[in-house]
């Protein structure tokens, strides 16, 4: 009765990824993991370092010197690098806006991808991402490629930002859409769905739906595993 699996779920922003992953994970009692959050934290090093994306040497050595933990907390999970706790720095639009570009280097995505495969290594783990059905984990017992219309993600993210932030609804579309491609485009390990993943289009569907969803796919996977 102990038999545990991974699960991976991939998808483009807003898709609902770690709004949903995490809720699997508590209904499972399975560990969540946020690799988003992790080549989000590099970034901030590399802005803080005045680090650019075209300097991959200095990229390089500055990832392999990073110290990235990654805890349960109160809101879902909390990023801490070299101890310090940066899960609401990595937040920023400024982080946003440039953390594509920062995980499109090879060894970044590298150091990142062993660490997130250590995490995983004892099973019993949901982990999002971009990758992980694809690259980081081929050999996940479920798969999931989560997606919406770039509309609907959109305005996800706009309802989520509520004025705090001076973006438009317009704005946001395009930086998203923007991000889905160079995400989708990039040479390693791109965004993508995995032959074996399945699909759930969320638009429309709402997140208990969602959850109810994947969590209904994971039994059925246990079920046939005993
Ligand atoms: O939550 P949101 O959709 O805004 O993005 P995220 O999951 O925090 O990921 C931020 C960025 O990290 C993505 O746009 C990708 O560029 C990168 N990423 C990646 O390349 N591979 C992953 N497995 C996860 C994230
Ligand atoms: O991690 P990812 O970027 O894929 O999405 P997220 O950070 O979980 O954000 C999705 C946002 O859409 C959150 O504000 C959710 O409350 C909301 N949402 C959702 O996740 N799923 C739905 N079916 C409907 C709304």
């Given at each position: 009765d102990?038999?545990?699996?991974?699960i991976a779920i991939d998808g483009p922003a807003g898709a609902g990824k770690s709004t949903v992953?995490?809720?699997?994970?508590?209904?499972?009692?399975?560990?969540?993991?946020?690799t988003g959050a992790m080549y989000r934290a590099v970034t901030l090093g590399a802005q803080r370092a005045s680090i650019t994306p075209d300097q991959p040497t200095m990229l390089a050595?500055?990832?392999?010197?990073?110290k990235i933990e990654l805890a349960p907390g109160k809101e879902g999970q909390s990023v801490f690098v070299n101890g310090e706790d940066v899960t609401l720095q990595i937040r920023s639009r400024e982080v946003t806006l440039q953390v594509s570009h920062i995980a499109a280097n090879e060894t970044v995505r590298e150091v990142l991808g062993q660490m997130q495969r250590n995490l995983a290594a004892r099973k019993g783990v949901v982990?999002?991402?971009?990758?992980?059905?694809?690259n980081v984990l081929p050999e996940a017992e479920l798969k999931i490629y989560?997606?919406?219309?770039?509309?609907?993600r959109a305005l996800r993210r706009y309802r989520e930002i509520e004025g705090s932030?001076?973006?438009?609804?317009?704005?946001?579309?395009?930086?998203?859409?923007?991000?889905d491609n160079l995400d989708e485009q990039r040479?390693?390990?791109?965004?993508?769905?995995?032959?074996?993943?399945?699909?759930?289009?969320?638009?429309?569907?709402?997140?208990?739906?969602?959850?109810?969803?994947?969590?209904?796919?994971?039994?059925?996977?246990?079920?046939?595993?005993?």
């Open positions: 102990d038999f545990r699996m991974n992953a995490r809720k699997v994970a508590e209904q499972l009692g399975y560990v969540y993991i946020d050595e500055l990832v392999r010197s990073m982990m999002d991402g971009r990758d992980i059905g694809s989560l997606t919406a219309t770039v509309k609907e932030q001076n973006v438009t609804l317009e704005q946001l579309e395009k930086e998203i859409a923007e991000r040479e390693i390990s791109p965004l993508i769905c995995a032959s074996d993943a399945v699909v759930l289009d969320s638009t429309g569907m709402t997140i208990e739906e969602v959850i109810r969803a994947i969590v209904q796919l994971s039994r059925t996977k246990l079920a046939e595993a005993k």
